[in-house]
């Protein structure tokens, strides 16, 4: 379907229709717009430009007849065009598109039903653009009119496929038959007309009770379209172009739905100047009824008028929400509407929260808003007069209480089957606890407590002895009464289960429940076993001691063969025993260190002892290679960062301090010979020059074309190959030369120093001219 942008011609044909529509309602129904004043024919007819002659044609392309044409322009111009100004104005682009997926998102529900009205939910997601359905089925009572498109096919003796369409007269056109009217026929009314007409000519075809050698098929193709007007209290009003076969609720949903004001009630269709049905949408959301209503033809008008009456209906109700009622609707209708009341609902009274309205309030001494119950029961069983309900009303229907009446309840962890269970009369502690599947295997039975509940709603306790209950002594199997409450305890709901730990090398160190009769080999069993790096001789054993002693230490022997653990085995532990397993201090675990660059054999070495230092690794490397720099040998050390050593100092002294103990993870690089110093920093041109032996620092400043302004002169550093960093000197090969440069505050600094001392030194040669001229 296509929603298109009203013109002004639209919209004036829109309004002359609604006007004449509104004409019998009742005043309040009528549009604000509709009360204005008029105006006369020949000023429409200035406004649009048009001739009477071409407005009644317009009018008659709606669907209006002549009569009705005359009533719409002897009741003026200006109803219309009041009519037409109250209409939204039209969007400066129309929204129709070829994408028939786009959606209008509605309002979402609201957290509380009640508060939303009913049957609006069925527009909720209602598509945004229409294109007409062209293709389809279409009922046996369809009528054809101009624009719908036939498929003729012959078959038989005679061979023919035709496709007719019917003209605006109506009419169809057949080869050597001539035109034959189709207007208002339905599609087997139509193929027997055209088979009458074609019998003329085609001699197969026969009449009825005859042998026909031919044989006609007449079945409908692409439908027409119609144009309708959606008017009133509705979510995008406008003038709509739908498929001939569409009913109100296609419009309405082509429309966006009624708006939240708009009724549901009494949507109605007016034709020809005169509404010709009154549509009640909660048929179609409670009964399915859309197939029984009444289809729209070219230029109908939907209107939906707002609401004039609505109640809210919320509690224990099976539909709860706002409402919409017909004259004459009462409280019982409003039920059956709203599927009746919930099984948990209070039939004995309902109550209704009434804003009472203006012409009542006199006669209630300024009382605005009343309550009234109501005897729900009665009135639904038509035992009490039905209750008359007002614009504005909220019903709310009660629920019975949660308290249960009839019922005594046993709880706790000793019982097999707690919860409620029915009262009976003379039922006994013994029958419950028979009830509730009986006790369990750790129930604590010497004592219980059982909570009464008094007629003033007072409570008291009562212990008894579940096992003598059981046992059927009279002292403790209490008769039972309505809302008692028996608790059977469990023993382990009285005492805390005991516990004991192991910490230290085994697989699965942690607390574990104490079980009657372990011991230390059980408790080592629970944890896993040794570790591999556990010292598997002796066991130290942590127990609770008597005060002043905070504790007191076992050592028990051990074997890593647990099944010889013998005097583990002998060992019982106690409440809060903690058992320690030391590490053995003559297991470690190999441990590498990492030789690369210009040595003869580099990669990863395990160390060999605990004090193997840099030069043991170089000659196990098999020493430098040819090519190797030892002076720029880089040192680091895992998680410490690099370290700068004197190699050849260690490899001479074994114990120089450069000669340092290895430790796991550590790395060293052997670099190749590079005879080249670089450069950098605040430099004009920073380079890597060619080393000069025994060439200071500013040689190679010059190398790099000298300063920069900001250079910071005192802060230049030499960087050795090693990692050593150290002021001026002699660069070695290798090495980088850092020139850093000044903060730019510290420049401003230097020029303000600058300034402040010419200053003074001009100050001081005036004053000095002006002494020299006095003394002359």
């Not at 020809?272 to 949408?281: I, Q, S, T």
């Not at 040998?633 to 103990?661: C, H, S, Y």
């Not at 420049?747 to 200053?759: A, E, G, N, R, V």
Request: charged letters at 25%.
């Amino acid at each position: 379907m296509k929603r298109h942008t009203c013109s002004p011609l639209t919209s004036l044909l829109a309004s002359l229709l609604l006007a004449t529509s509104l004409a019998p309602l009742p005043l309040h129904a009528q549009t604000a717009s509709a009360r204005r004043g008029a105006a006369d024919t020949r000023a429409l007819l200035a406004e649009t430009g048009m001739s009477p002659e071409q407005l009644r044609a317009k009018l008659r392309e709606a669907g209006q007849s002549d009569a009705a044409i005359d009533g719409l322009l002897q009741q003026g111009s200006g109803t219309a065009r009041r009519a037409a100004s109250a209409r939204p104005a039209a969007p400066a682009e129309s929204p129709a598109t070829t994408d028939t997926t786009a959606r209008v998102a509605r309002p979402e529900p609201a957290a509380d039903p009640s508060n939303e009205p009913f049957g609006f939910e069925i527009f909720h997601w209602s598509p945004a653009t229409f294109e007409p359905l062209s293709y389809g089925p279409v009922d046996a009572d369809y009528p054809l009119g101009p624009g719908d498109e036939l498929a003729l096919t012959l078959w038989g003796d005679d061979q023919l496929a035709l496709t007719l369409s019917v003209s605006r007269e109506g009419l169809v056109t057949l080869p050597d038959v001539g035109q034959i009217g189709v207007s208002g026929l339905t599609i087997e009314e139509a193929r027997a007309r055209i088979r009458a007409a074609l019998a003329r000519v085609y001699s197969g075809l026969r009449p009825a009770g005859q042998r026909s050698t031919t044989f006609v098929s007449l079945s409908l193709g692409k439908l027409r379209t119609i144009q309708v007007f959606l008017l009133g209290q509705v979510v995008r009003p406008g003038a709509y172009t739908i498929s001939s076969v569409s009913r109100v609720l296609n419009a309405l949903y082509a429309a966006g739905g009624p708006a939240r004001d708009g009724s549901l009630r009494d949507v109605r269709i007016v034709r020809g100047g005169e509404v010709v049905a009154h549509v009640d949408l909660y048929d179609v959301v409670l009964g399915g009824a859309a197939p029984q209503m009444a289809r729209l033809q070219n230029g109908d008008v939907v209107f939906v008028p707002a609401a004039e009456r609505r109640v809210r209906l919320s509690g224990a109700a099976r539909r709860t929400g706002i409402y919409e009622l017909r004259e004459g609707e009462q409280l019982r209708d409003l039920m059956r509407i709203a599927g009746g009341p919930l099984a948990e609902a209070e039939l004995e009274r309902a109550q209704i929260d009434r804003v009472v309205p203006a012409s009542q309030r006199d006669s209630l001494r300024g009382q605005g808003r009343i309550a009234v119950d109501v005897p729900l029961r009665a009135v639904l069983a038509e035992a009490a007069p039905d209750v008359a309900l007002f614009d504005s009303d909220s019903l709310t229907l009660f629920t019975l209480p949660d308290r249960r009446a009839n019922t005594v309840h046993i709880t706790g962890r000793g019982i097999n089957k707690p919860g409620y269970y029915q009262y009976r009369p003379g039922m006994r502690v013994s029958d419950l606890i028979a009830l509730a599947g009986g006790p369990t295997t750790d129930a604590y039975l010497e004592h219980a407590l059982l909570t009464r509940t008094q007629a003033d709603s007072t409570r008291l306790s009562l212990r008894l002895s579940p096992q003598r209950a059981l046992e059927k002594s009279a002292s403790d199997d209490l008769e039972m009464q309505v809302l008692d409450d028996l608790s059977i305890r469990s023993l382990w709901d009285l005492r805390d289960r005991q516990q004991v730990s192991i910490h230290g090398m085994v697989r699965n160190p942690g607390t574990f429940e104490l079980l009657d009769g372990m011991t230390l080999a059980d408790l080592l069993m629970k944890a896993g076993g040794l570790a591999e790096d556990a010292y598997a001789v002796r066991a130290e054993l942590s127990r609770v001691a008597q005060w002043p002693r905070l504790a007191d230490t076992l050592t028990v022997a051990l074997d890593r063969d647990l099944t010889r653990c013998t005097e583990a085995a002998a060992t019982a532990l106690r409440p809060h025993d903690a058992v320690f397993i030391r590490r053995d201090p003559g297991f470690v675990e190999q441990q590498y260190v990492t030789i690369e660059g210009e040595v003869k054999f580099p990669g990863t070495y395990a160390l060999m002892r605990r004090d193997e230092r840099v030069a043991d690794l170089v000659r196990r490397a098999g020493g430098l290679t040819d090519l190797a720099y030892a002076r720029g040998v880089t040192f680091r050390r895992e998680n410490g960062g690099k370290l700068a050593i004197d190699l050849p100092q260690a490899m001479r002294n074994a114990r120089a301090a450069a000669n340092i103990t290895l430790q796991p993870g550590d790395s060293l690089r052997v670099p190749r010979f590079t005879p080249t110093v670089r450069i950098e920093g605040a430099v004009q041109s920073p380079v890597t020059a060619l080393y000069r032996e025994g060439a200071g620092v500013g040689f190679y400043i010059t190398q790099a074309s000298g300063f920069r302004q900001e250079a910071d002169r005192r802060g230049v550093v030499v960087i050795s190959p090693s990692g050593h960093v150290r002021r001026g000197g002699h660069p070695e090969p290798g090495s980088r030369i850092i020139v850093p440069a000044r903060e730019l505050d510290e420049q401003k600094d230097h020029l303000k120093d600058f300034s402040t001392l010419m200053s003074i030194l001009a100050s001081a040669a005036t004053t000095i001219y002006l002494v020299g001229q006095s003394a002359k």
